[in-house]
């Protein structure tokens, strides 16, 4: 089993930053994979953001790239999300996953979820 808790989420105009943070409770190297996704207002789908596979191959959403950095810290078990830039479509729940492979099988787990509000 995997905990993951998220915080760092909030209230930023147009154009601002924001940071997010998702604590593991294992080390995030032992993980087939980490990533965030959003699921906006009036949304049933939850969207990738960004994911990175293994230790170091990081993809995302066209929508943020250029704008968005993720990135991890093993020795603190926490996943990172940066996001400068912020628009308005931002605007969503962000949510913690991680996946574990044990015995061939995929495990994935979700945090509870973070508000990000980028107001106009």
């Known amino acids: 089993q995997v905990q993951l808790v998220e915080s760092g989420g909030g209230l930023v105009q147009a154009g601002g930053s924001l940071g997010l943070s998702c604590a593991a409770s294992?080390?995030?190297?032992?993980?087939?994979?980490m990533g965030w996704y959003r699921q906006a207002p009036g949304s049933d789908e939850r969207q990738l953001v960004a994911?990175?596979?293994?230790?170091?191959?990081?993809r995302y959403a066209d929508s943020v790239k250029g704008r968005f950095t993720m990135s991890g810290d093993n020795a603190k078990s926490t996943m990172y999300l940066k996001m400068t830039n912020l628009k308005p479509e931002d605007t969503a729940v962000y949510y913690c996953?991680?996946?574990?492979?044990?015995?061939?099988?995929?495990?994935?787990?979700w945090g509870q979820g973070t508000q990000v509000t980028v107001s106009s």
């Open positions: 994911v990175i596979i293994g230790d170091s191959i990081v």
């Open positions: 294992v080390t995030i190297s032992r993980l087939k994979s």
């Open positions: 996953d991680a996946v574990q492979l044990i015995a061939s099988r995929n495990n994935e787990y």
